[in-house]
């Protein structure tokens, strides 16, 4: 199993979870990768390959994402690389990297975001369509692929604080 992030660290308060995969018997590494850069994302798929040695890469999960909230009017090229990068362009670079390989699984981390949008949202959103797209499209192909649109829940993850839930349950989400 190999953990990427662009830190190369675990997330705070994961020291449990971490205990946990290692006391599995699982052969678990962390790696240093920005995804959604060409470079890091080649060299991850590689050592996944050389770390798999005679067992082929078999699934991909994929839950990187940056919120950059901001009204349409005030979007940039800037502001949408930012978003576009870790979540939409990395996802396209895995399923590149990944094209001669027959996943089991391919699970990329959506947002309700693309299904209901929300408030200054817009870049968020579409990168994350950008998502459920390919997913579909990998189905289409008859690959493996699911695209799962989260929602804030039990104020963990992105949402956690931002009061995003407080605007949904204002508009009638639970």
Known sequence: LVLASRGGALASGAATEWA????????VTISRCDV?????????????????????????WHAAGVLADG???RQSAATLRHVYG????????????????????CALFSSV???LGGAGQA??????????????A??????????????PWAEVGMAAGSGVSARWQASGWG
């Open 20 to 27: 946990q995969l290692s006391a599995s018997g699982a052969a």
């Open 138 to 151: 990998r189905r289409r192909a008859g690959a493996a692929g699911v695209s799962v649109q989260w929602g």
């Open 113 to 115: 975001a693309a299904l």
């Open 71 to 73: 009204l349409l009017a």
């Open 123 to 136: 870049n968020y959103a579409a990168a994350n369509s950008c998502l459920d797209a390919l997913a579909a």
């Open 36 to 60: 959604g850069e060409p470079l890091d994302a080649r060299r991850l798929l590689g050592a996944a390959w050389g770390a798999a040695g005679a067992s082929p890469l078999e699934g991909v």
């Open 86 to 105: 870790p979540k939409a362009h990395a996802a396209w670079l895995v399923r590149r990297g990944c094209a001669a390989v027959p996943l089991r699984a």
